[in-house]
């Protein structure tokens, strides 16, 4: 087969190290991460028929990772959270966990584009037969809870 001609040789080499160079580059991250971070306000039920509460939370991007911080009672909780896709309905969901348990959660917006969070949670290990539920409200705008 006879040599590529010089010209020819040159651009497809400069198209491969194009193509390499883009492929290294990291992902961009998904939408979440910059649209859910920021104070909440929330109310939840726990597992199985528990009992209903409510509390505050703040949502922050750190590190590649959603942190959630959720405020209830005067105790204080973290736990981190990502983007995955839900193997089922084959749609991005967002996953927290805290040590003992876990949740799940579809990621809508208020009418100002805020995000709100609508969350299943169960515990590490346990067959509930109801889940528990957590709804997010953005707060941040609320005239009470302005800085």
């Given at each position: 087969?006879?040599?590529?001609?010089?010209?020819?040789?040159?651009?497809?080499?400069?198209?491969?190290?194009?193509?390499?160079?883009?492929?290294?580059?990291?992902?961009?991250?998904?939408?979440?991460?910059?649209?859910?971070?920021?104070?909440?306000?929330?109310?939840?039920?726990?597992?199985?028929?528990?009992?209903?509460?409510?509390?505050?939370?703040?949502?922050?991007?750190?590190?590649?990772?959603?942190?959630?911080?959720?405020?209830?009672?005067?105790?204080?909780?973290?736990?981190?959270?990502?983007?995955?896709?839900?193997?089922?309905?084959?749609?991005?969901?967002?996953?927290?966990?805290?040590p003992g348990?876990?949740?799940?959660?579809?990621?809508?917006?208020?009418?100002?584009?805020?995000?709100?969070?609508?969350?299943?949670?169960v515990r590490?290990?346990?067959?509930?037969?109801?889940?528990?539920?957590e709804a997010?409200?953005?707060?941040?705008?609320?005239?009470?809870?302005?800085?």
């Open positions: 087969m006879p040599p590529l001609p010089r010209v020819a040789s040159t651009l497809l080499g400069l198209l491969l190290g194009s193509l390499a160079a883009h492929a290294a580059q990291a992902p961009e991250p998904h939408f979440y991460y910059a649209m859910v971070p920021g104070h909440y306000l929330f109310i939840g039920k726990d597992p199985d028929g528990g009992a209903t509460y409510s509390g505050t939370a703040q949502i922050r991007f750190e590190n590649q990772v959603l942190t959630l911080v959720k405020t209830l009672e005067g105790k204080t909780s973290t736990a981190i959270g990502k983007v995955e896709r839900a193997i089922i309905a084959e749609t991005n969901v967002l996953r927290f966990r805290w348990h876990s949740s799940t959660c579809l990621v809508g917006s208020d009418l100002d584009n805020y995000a709100r969070l609508t969350c299943y949670w590490d290990g346990v067959e509930h037969q109801e889940p528990g539920l997010y409200f953005p707060s941040a705008n609320w005239p009470g809870q302005r800085d």
